[in-house]
């Protein structure tokens, strides 16, 4: 039998002195790269806005205006009611995420998209007041462990909004951003929602 001939300088199978290059340990980042910018100027945009939010709140010197719509005894039963409402449509939306993304049989359905859309579109309408008389009229406090994680939270939602906003209109991102950004902004409403209106409700008592 003849032996199979190799191509120079490989003794084939069995060569136990043919290795790969070692490529070292990986470098950072190269942002020059367009899929790498398409990633991080999203989050950094949205960084930005939650430190912005942040210092704003701390500098600025509180009004204590409070903002009152008609049917709620006080304007703190009013903001609570409003991020009630706010998750109950941030729920929907994670849900019909889960739906379309997933192998439901409803995937399909052609009201599935506008439902997830105006879910989430009238969920952060329905924060925009609070968060107006958050910023104006109480500030970054720091007073005590639920107050500062209510104020943190409070900058994560609005960074991780915009950070995902800018993300919907870029082609080429991994598929694993936008989830984490919906996740992040989904879990920070739960966050402020339950250091914010659960806590009202188990204070002061559950009525309008």
């Known amino acids: 039998m003849s032996n199979p001939s190799y191509p120079p300088g490989d003794s084939g199978p069995y060569d136990t002195h ?17 899929k790498a ?3 991080l100027a999203p989050l950094l945009v949205g960084c930005l806005v939650a430190v912005l939010l942040g210092v704003y709140g701390n500098l600025h010197e509180p009004t204590g205006f409070s903002i009152n719509l008609a049917g709620f005894t006080s304007g703190a039963y009013a903001k ?5 409402a706010a998750v109950l449509l941030g729920v929907v939306q994670i849900a019909s995420a889960w739906v379309m993304y997933g192998n439901s049989p409803t995937a399909s359905a052609s009201w599935l998209p506008g439902l997830h859309r105006w879910s ?3 969920a952060v309408l329905l924060t925009v007041p609070v968060v107006i008389h958050c910023l104006f009229a109480l500030g970054f406090q720091v007073d005590s462990t639920r107050v500062l994680v209510h104020s943190l939270l409070g900058c994560v939602f609005y960074g991780a909004f915009v950070a995902k906003m800018l993300s919907l209109t870029r082609r080429g991102l991994p598929g694993w951003m936008l989830p984490v950004l919906g ?8 966050g402020l929602w339950l250091t914010s209106s659960v806590w009202l409700f188990g204070s002061k008592g559950l009525h309008f």
């Open 80 to 84: 609570a009611w409003l991020a009630t």
């Open 18 to 34: 043919h290795e790969e290059p070692d490529p070292g340990p990986p470098g950072p980042p190269d942002l020059s790269d367009p």
């Open 183 to 190: 996740g992040t902004l989904f879990t920070a409403l739960i």
């Open 37 to 39: 910018g398409g990633i």
């Open 120 to 122: 989430g579109r009238i």
